[in-house]
């Protein structure tokens, strides 16, 4: 895909079971530069939707080509960036050795460990997270909203062409909150990267994307801010 477009869905169908999909007829393009929110009720088929791009679940139905490649079964080294909801930190390491590995899976050398450009990005990730002071502290010590951003970490660490982020600013403070946010958003403007974020807050989802997906009913189309409801005299 040379022409920008990064993911690109058609006519795909998302779920576990064969005879009992949660979403059909899906058609989506992501291109480069593109920041795009998925909102709708819980249980509906939002984290489905990422696994299945991640090649994490395979497709129903339909086709599905992510960043490079046409099989997302095995998706370029580095390419993609996942911060699932349930974050799949290891909890028994520190915080760098986890923003490590993320750094890692992005450089290809073949002295891995060693690597100058992995431990700088790790660095630089850890500082615009605000998770300096936690570098050496073991995941499990940490609070949700610190741990939620050394999953963020890790992936800006990776330094992917496409991230795909599930909740990623929940239990967080406002203040801090808008700091993720602004680093994410950064990052996607400099590196001319796309996001594709599942958000259950309107109003964020709005601040950050430039459209807006709804998930319901079985289809993923565009959200249309509902009218406000008329007062009877
Ligand atoms: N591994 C799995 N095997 C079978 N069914 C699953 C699996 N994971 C999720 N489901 C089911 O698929 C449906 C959609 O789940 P999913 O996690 O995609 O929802 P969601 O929109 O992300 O919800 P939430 O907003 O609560 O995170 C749910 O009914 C759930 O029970
Ligand atoms: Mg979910």
């Keep these: 895909m040379d022409d920008g477009c990064v993911i690109s869905l058609d006519n795909v169908s998302i779920g576990y079971q064969k005879n009992k999909p949660l979403i059909e007829g899906l058609n989506l393009r992501v291109n480069s530069g593109e920041i795009i929110a998925i909102v709708?009720?819980?249980?509906?088929?939002?984290?489905?939707?990422?696994?299945?791009?991640?090649?994490?679940?395979?497709?129903l139905k339909g086709g599905l080509k992510v960043c490079s490649q046409t099989n997302p079964a095995s998706p370029p080294r580095g390419e993609l960036g996942y911060i699932p909801q349930r974050l799949g930190l290891v909890r028994h390491a520190s915080v760098h050795h986890n923003v490590m590995l993320g750094a890692l899976?992005?450089?290809?050398?073949?002295?891995?460990?060693?690597?100058?450009?992995?431990?700088?990005?790790?660095?630089?990730?850890?500082?615009?997270?605000?998770l300096e002071e936690k570098?050496?502290?073991?995941?499990?010590?940490?609070?949700g909203g610190q741990q939620r951003r050394v999953a963020t970490a890790r992936t800006l660490a990776q330094k992917p062409s496409l991230i795909l982020a599930d909740e990623f600013l929940g239990?967080?403070?406002?203040?801090?909150?808008?700091?993720?946010?602004?680093?994410?958003i950064s990052y996607v403007d400099e590196k001319n990267a796309a996001l594709l974020v599942v958000e259950h807050d309107i109003q964020r989802a709005r601040k950050m994307a430039d459209r807006l997906l709804l998930m319901?009913?079985?289809?993923?189309?565009?959200?249309?801010?509902?009218?406000?409801p008329v007062e009877e005299e």
């Excluded at 239990?171 to 994410?184: K, R, Y």
């Excluded at 319901?216 to 406000?228: A, D, F, I, M, R």
């Design 40 to 59: 709708g009720p819980s249980g509906i088929g939002k984290t489905t939707l990422l696994r299945t791009i991640a090649g994490l679940v395979p497709p």
């Design 171 to 184: 239990e967080l403070d406002e203040e801090t909150m808008l700091i993720v946010m602004d680093a994410v």
């Design 216 to 228: 319901k009913n079985g289809k993923l189309v565009p959200y249309v801010e509902s009218l406000e």
């Design 135 to 143: 570098r050496r502290s073991l995941v499990r010590r940490l609070s």
């Design 105 to 130: 899976a992005g450089h290809c050398s073949p002295w891995l460990p060693f690597s100058f450009d992995a431990r700088k990005s790790a660095h630089k990730a850890i500082q615009k997270m605000g």
